[in-house]
């Protein structure tokens, strides 16, 4: 039997008669609530993989790393070229008011001058009148090496950024969930629903939708598994019965609340002081870039609306000749007649069989 005693974010026993508080794992927006602890080497690590911490990081620190790093490099250079052009005696005030003294580099005085040089050479190999000369071969190879350096730099900085412009995270926010779930009848079985959509008309393919329901287990032997998951088979609202999507315009995902399911012996009075967390995962391929990307979001017992349907939200317009999907209205529910009572309750146990046989029977044949 389900305990929905809830995923405890501490070791602390609850006492008897407090409600316990709701513990979300996925946030709203589909960011992990997870934070790793007491990880051994946890900074070398993040470093080795340097191109998925890069990726991964906020806007501002990556746009910072590019700037270090070319002022970095425009520095490190500049004191080579400087080291170069004090130890050939170029800085010398003698040699620089000679005619007959050929530097290294010309028109360099001091250190300014050395920088200045260090950014033009990196980033082009058209001079002006700071260039090098035939008379130091120490400035020629330093020459070189900083071009290869500034190239890969380039290279290595546009492909990152590049990367967090297109990586699939962001097309996760053009995907909507509806706020809350509902529970009401359909075809006579008592269903849990959710609603999603696709807000671009580039629409995600080969859509794979998995809701987990996360809740605490005790076991026979007395052991507490938390947080323990079990998923919930849903479909779509057509006569294909699987849990891949076509998202041309929002479709509501159904649960049949059967006897397989977790959610059998829930009422409405359980679900208010019910504790767990209805997790869902919805994958699929953008179609303009063929990047897989997934979307995630949540739903708490407060956030499911026992007795409750989705009002419809697709209409055709004849005067302009195409379907229509009002947004507006993409959250909202109106109450319908719905008993109170459990699946168990309502259907009885040969009721609830039959349905429980009909079903693995589908699933067999598919």
Same mark, same amino acid.
């Given at each position: 039997?389900?305990?929905? &005693?809830?995923? @405890?974010?501490?070791?602390?026993? $609850?006492?008897?008669?407090?409600?316990?508080?709701?513990?979300?794992? $996925?946030?709203?927006?589909?960011?992990?609530?997870?934070?790793?602890?007491?990880?051994?080497?946890?900074?070398?690590?993040?470093?080795?993989?340097?191109?998925?911490?890069?990726?991964?990081?906020?806007?501002?620190?990556?746009?910072?790393?590019?700037?270090?790093?070319?002022? @970095? &490099?425009?520095?490190?250079?500049?004191?080579?070229?400087?080291?170069?052009?004090?130890?050939?005696?170029?800085?010398?005030?003698?040699?620089?008011?000679?005619?007959?003294?050929?530097?290294?580099?010309?028109?360099?005085?001091?250190?300014?001058?050395?920088?200045?040089?260090?950014?033009?050479?990196?980033?082009?190999?058209?001079?002006?009148?700071?260039?090098?000369?035939?008379?130091?071969?120490?400035?020629?190879?330093?020459?070189? =090496?900083?071009?290869?350096?500034?190239?890969?730099?380039? #290279?290595?900085?546009?492909?990152?950024?590049?990367?967090?412009? %297109?990586?699939?995270?962001?097309?996760?926010?053009?995907?909507?969930?509806?706020?809350?779930?509902?529970?009401?009848?359909?075809?006579?079985?008592?269903?849990?629903?959710?609603?999603?959509? +696709?807000?671009?008309?580039?629409?995600?393919?080969?859509?794979?939708?998995?809701?987990?329901? =996360?809740?605490?287990?005790?076991?026979?032997?007395? *052991?507490?598994?938390?947080?323990?998951?079990?998923?919930?088979?849903?479909? +779509?609202?057509?006569?294909?019965? #699987?849990?891949?999507?076509?998202?041309?315009?929002?479709?509501?995902?159904?649960?049949?609340?059967?006897?397989? #399911?977790?959610?059998?012996?829930?009422?409405?009075?359980?679900?208010?002081?019910?504790?767990?967390?209805?997790?869902?995962?919805? *994958?699929?391929?953008?179609?303009? &870039? +063929?990047?897989? %990307? /997934?979307?995630?979001?949540?739903?708490?017992?407060?956030?499911?609306?026992?007795?409750?349907?989705?009002?419809?939200?697709?209409?055709?317009?004849?005067? /302009?000749?195409?379907?229509? $999907?009002?947004?507006? !209205?993409?959250?909202?529910?109106?109450?319908?007649?719905?008993?109170?009572?459990?699946? !168990?309750?309502?259907?009885?146990?040969?009721?609830?069989?039959?349905?429980?046989?009909?079903?693995?029977? $589908?699933?067999?044949?598919?």
């Amino acid at each position: 039997m389900v305990q929905y &005693t809830g995923v @405890s974010a501490t070791d602390e026993p $609850v006492p008897s008669g407090v409600k316990q508080q709701h513990y979300r794992a $996925v946030l709203k927006n589909g960011a992990c609530n997870l934070y790793p602890n007491h990880l051994f080497q946890h900074t070398w690590r993040f470093v080795q993989d340097s191109v998925t911490t890069i990726v991964d990081m906020q806007w501002r620190y990556a746009l910072f790393l590019c700037t270090f790093c070319f002022f @970095s &490099t425009w520095t490190a250079f500049a004191f080579l070229w400087w080291f170069i052009a004090y130890t050939h005696g170029d800085f010398e005030q003698t040699h620089q008011n000679s005619s007959d003294w050929t530097p290294c580099v010309t028109e360099l005085y001091n250190f300014t001058s050395c920088f200045l040089f260090s950014m033009e050479n990196q980033h082009t190999t058209g001079f002006g009148s700071r260039m090098p000369t035939e008379e130091c071969p120490a400035a020629i190879i330093l020459m070189c =090496v900083q071009g290869i350096v500034g190239v890969v730099l380039q #290279s290595i900085l546009v492909g990152l950024v590049f990367l967090k412009m %297109v990586r699939p995270k962001q097309r996760t926010r053009t995907l909507e969930f509806s706020h809350n779930a509902v529970i009401c009848r359909r075809e006579g079985k008592l269903c849990f629903m959710f609603r999603v959509g +696709d807000l671009r008309r580039s629409h995600i393919i080969e859509a794979k939708m998995r809701v987990l329901f =996360v809740h605490t287990w005790t076991t026979r032997e007395g *052991e507490v598994m938390s947080p323990y998951r079990t998923e919930l088979k849903v479909e +779509d609202t057509s006569d294909v019965k #699987s849990n891949f999507f076509c998202l041309l315009w929002p479709e509501t995902v159904v649960h049949c609340i059967d006897r397989a #399911s977790p959610l059998h012996e829930l009422s409405a009075d359980d679900l208010q002081d019910a504790n767990f967390e209805i997790i869902v995962i919805m *994958e699929g391929t953008i179609e303009s &870039t +063929d990047q897989r %990307v /997934q979307a995630r979001t949540s739903y708490l017992p407060a956030e499911i609306l026992w007795g409750h349907r989705f009002e419809p939200v697709v209409s055709y317009d004849k005067s /302009q000749g195409r379907y229509e $999907v009002d947004y507006s !209205r993409f959250h909202c529910t109106q109450p319908v007649e719905t008993p109170r009572s459990s699946a !168990r309750d309502q259907y009885g146990d040969n009721r609830e069989e039959e349905c429980y046989k009909q079903r693995r029977h $589908v699933e067999n044949v598919t």
